[in-house]
């Protein structure tokens, strides 16, 4: 019985801790600041925020929370190898920065590039970063919440 309150503890953290992901994400890294010959528009339409990030960065928290949980960090390591792997090909294959625009001058556009990339690669590392802490945190908060409770029961007696 204690060991499932201990991971109900470590799972009810994920979710709490996971609210802040986004403002610590956007807070880190945040938006870039457009080339002054790329129009406003354009780089809107280039920077928008997808919302299934969200979904993901939930799930990847408790996948990773388990992985720590079990402890078993291959379940972590594969999804870090998945994730590289679609990412990769996604950007690769299906998503890819055209090397020019005929509208932007060239210089323009790989200024226009660069920061979006850096934008782009940051948000991706720190937010997995900012995953993984979490999962961490939960899973050894979780582990020791009997513990805590009889501190706090030994502190409130010796008051």
């Known amino acids: 019985m204690e060991n499932l309150i201990e991971a109900i503890v470590a799972i009810g953290i ?3 801790l996971g609210l ?3 403002c610590l994400v956007e807070g ?24 299934t990030g969200k979904w993901i960065g939930f799930f ?9 949980w079990i402890p078993e960090y291959s379940i972590a ?13 996604v950007w690769a294959n299906i998503i890819q920065i055209p090397t020019t625009i005929d509208s932007i001058p060239q210089l323009a556009w790989y200024q226009a590039k660069k920061r ?15 995953n993984v802490l979490i999962a961490a945190v939960a899973a050894y908060l979780g582990r020791h ?4 409770v009889s501190w706090l029961c030994a502190m409130r007696n010796a008051t």
Request: no cysteine; aromatic share 16%; charged share 20%.
């Open 60 to 68: 990847e928290r408790l996948l990773l929370l388990m992985s720590f």
């Open 20 to 22: 802040s992901v986004r």
């Open 116 to 130: 979006f990339g850096s934008w782009l690669l940051s948000r991706f590392l720190v937010g997995t970063l900012v």
């Open 14 to 16: 994920t979710i709490v």
């Open 77 to 89: 390591a594969g999804w870090f190898a998945f994730k590289v792997a679609a990412k990769w090909e």
């Open 28 to 51: 880190a890294v945040p938006k870039p600041i457009r080339p002054a010959l790329v129009d406003e528009d354009t780089w809107q339409g280039i920077t928008e925020r997808v919302h």
């Open 145 to 148: 919440t009997f513990e805590f």
